[in-house]
């Protein structure tokens, strides 16, 4: 009799431990979700889990909340498939020691049950072991593709004469990168890349399958969050232009320094061959500091000092609806261009474009035609008609002084209606993080009429720097997530209002 009542204590342990595994199947996709916004990285994702306690203490996963949803990509399916072996062993393991220790009483049994829940509420912290198990296979797979697509670039380098452009900075660098795709469509047959991508394992994706003979151009982004990722990805495209955009506070809590940047930025100048072309910003003084530090072709661009300028801008007008100037390159002349693109920051973006395009030989009527074609870039100073008659402002992406205040800038040119933002602030800061955002408060109450702030503890430095302006308090408002700010925005906007949505931070720097 005590034998059976054992066996079946053991039956009940291992049914517990199958509920447990499958309700673990959906519970791990959200930690999952956070560790790929993480780019698979275990310290960046523990960091996490350990400044968000409350949210990782949730029993379940709301697909429906969260911005950037998971996504099942070959790595993440392994991972998930790994993760849901290890914890499958860690509850047969459970059931192994009701077996062995088939002597002792029911406290055994409540032991092991409770065993079963902790694997299933620890699902977070036991996503870091099934990672680190993957990532020497990872790497494996990761490098195979990467040498892949550098054998292809060298080929098409080789056998038709593709030429690289290669883009960093700390900001701009997308947009500059899709400006100056539509530039160099006027003459040549271009291979640009996706939104943000910018890793080598991005790249090399893109190289392996949409770079073929064709296209005369490949546009690389180069991003990075710690010194020597910016030589590793120019290693892979192997660039003979490389363009400097702008270098500023951003990823401080990576970098820890401007000279950091600095530095690494700068290991694009560096990648290129001795018959590579180098080109600045020279408007951006951390980019100056740059110019002379390599003995190569260079060109500066700018709207500022123009004597020293190779490529520039001038008899600027920036508008409600789009920017007009004039572009003056030295040895072919100025020409007259438009553009719908917003705010005086997009100008030194078509100044880089525009460079890149002097480089490969383009004249200037060429040059206009492409500025004027040149669209809006996805929330980066999109300007949208909104059916309630407003007029919205996207700025949400990956916001940060420079932008921030370009933005506002640009809020500040419209002379009709109500001015309305929508911020959390600015993130990855570092140290200057707080100092910043209270800033960015001050030149807030300077532009607007009202001020919707989402996060009550990360806006704080905003709210002080509001107030200490006179902004009227009952004007700022603050919200915890973004439907809050959007139900506000039903009741305070009218027809003819311009509401500028300034970064929308993702997932995991969420509050709620």
Known sequence: MLESIQWIDAIVVALV???VHRLS?????????????????NEDYRDWVEKNLPRVRRLHYKKQEEKTPLVMTDRATRLYKTHLRLSGS??????????????????????????????????????????????????????????QAQDKIRSLKDQNNLRVLGITGSFGKTSTKFITNTVLQEAFEVQNTPSSYNTPMGLSKIINNELNSDKEVFIAELGAEVPGEIEEVADLVQPDIGVITAIGPTHMHLFKTIENIQRTKFELIESLPEDGVAIFNHDNGYVRELVGKRDIRTLKYGMEDLEALDLYAKDIHVGERGSQFILGIKGLGEIACQTRLLGRHNISNLLAAASVAHVLGMDLDQIQAGIAKVEPVDHRLNLIDSPAGTLVIDDTFNSNPVGARAALDVLGQFEKGQKIIITPGMVELGDMEEEENY???????????????????RTAPIQRGILEEGFPKDRMKVVENLDGATALIGQLAKPGDVILFENDLPDNYSEV
């Open 17 to 19: 431990g199958l509920l």
């Open 25 to 41: 199947k959906e519970r791990v996709k959200y930690p999952l979700n956070m560790l790929q916004l993480a780019s698979y990285k």
């Open 90 to 147: 860690l509850l047969v393991g459970v059931v192994a020691l009701r077996l062995i220790f088939m002597s002792f009483g029911y406290w055994f049994t409540l032991v092991c049950v409770v065993l079963n829940f902790l694997i299933f509420f620890l699902q977070y912290w036991i996503l870091i072991l099934s990672n680190s198990i993957n990532y020497p296979n990872e790497e494996k797979i990761n490098m195979g593709f990467y040498h």
């Open 439 to 457: 800033k960015l408060g001050k030149e807030i109450a300077r532009v607007v009429d009202y001020a919707i702030l989402v996060g009550i503890s």
